[in-house]
Structure formats: C-alpha cells, structure tokens
C-alpha cells in the first residue's frame, strides 16, 4: 500500500516562502502537488517524474519549485512570493503503473 505523508504547511505572510515536502513509501514514477481552495475543485500544481521531468502550472510559475530525491523517495515544493489566492490545501499526488495515490494533505495559509 503506498503511502504519502506531507509536511511543511503553515501561515506565511504575503511575500514569504515555504517548502512542502512529501515523502513515499516507496519509488513512484511520477510525484507532485495538487491543491485546493475554499469552494473550489482540486487544481494541479505541479509534477516530476523519476527521470526529472516536469510540469508547473501556469499560475505558480517563476514562483513555485518542484523538486525530487529519488533515493528518498520524496518531493518538495519551494514555494516564493506567496500571495493570499495560493492559500489552500496542498495534497501530494504520486502515480505509478496507472493508479493514482494521494495524502491527506497540508494547509497553507498566506494571510498578513
């Protein structure tokens, strides 16, 4: 059973910074971040795979980083320049042989 466990939200200030970590039970082909706001649907983020390949979305572009250590079996977000419209709950997403797994997710609030 795959396991995805979450760390790193919080409340940051608009301007600030914060890093998202996931970390896997075991090696998955693809890992990454969605999120979601109050009242709206679950929106991607941002991905890798295991050969370093990846996919940021429009929206958090030149300000989110996504990151992977393959021997940890772990992903990251660096997320700058926060601003209030990012604040949602952030799930970690892994995908491997067709199915799709998620955690249970990590709320990050951007409030002043």
């Known amino acids: 059973q795959v396991q995805l466990v979450e760390s790193g939200g919080g409340l940051v200030q608009p301007g600030g910074s914060l890093r998202l970590s996931c970390a896997a039970s075991?090696?998955?082909?693809?890992l990454g971040w969605y999120r979601q706001a109050p009242g709206k649907q679950r929106e991607f983020v941002a991905t890798?795979?295991?050969?370093?390949?990846?996919n940021v979305a429009d929206s958090v572009m030149g300000r989110f980083t996504i990151s992977r250590d393959n021997a940890k079996n772990t992903v990251y977000l660096q997320m700058n320049s926060l601003k209030p419209e990012d604040t949602a709950v952030y799930y970690c997403y892994a995908n491997s042989n067709g199915v799709d797994y998620w955690g249970k997710g990590t709320l990050v609030t951007v409030s002043s």
């Open positions: 890798m795979t295991s050969g370093g390949s990846t």
């Open positions: 075991g090696r998955l082909f693809r």
